[in-house]
């Protein structure tokens, strides 16, 4: 799982690394790279201690899917997008296994 994390210099010359939702959390350390050592340390933390990461899918027209926890995710199985992708490789196998060597 990748989240986006601000890294930036503070006054003192130290280094402040945030992450927004959901998580909400902020450190304060010497060098960007301990800040981001340490708040990789609270998140993991968090994950420790019973929270979890869900993704809610809300197809057109149809009751919210809720998938959890992340990434245990299905959607692609009803996703359009990747059922024409599949059906398009299958039939450019299918092309280049009848045109033969």
Do not use: C, H
Not at 27 to 32: Q, Y
Not at 72 to 98: F, G, H, I, P, Q
Request: charged share 25%; hydrophobic share 40%; proline share 8%.
């Amino acid at each position: 799982m990748q989240l986006p994390i601000l890294v930036e210099p503070t006054a003192d010359g130290r280094f402040r690394a945030r992450l927004g939702e959901p998580f909400q959390l902020s450190v304060v350390a010497d060098d960007a790279r301990q800040a981001l050592d340490d708040l990789a340390q609270q998140v993991q933390q968090r994950l420790q201690t019973g929270a979890s990461i869900a993704v809610l899918t809300l197809p057109d027209g149809a009751a919210p899917v809720i998938a959890a926890p992340f990434p245990a995710d299905d959607a692609y199985k009803t996703d359009w997008v990747y059922r024409e992708l599949t059906e398009e490789m299958a039939e450019n196998r299918r092309s280049e296994e009848s045109a033969g060597p």
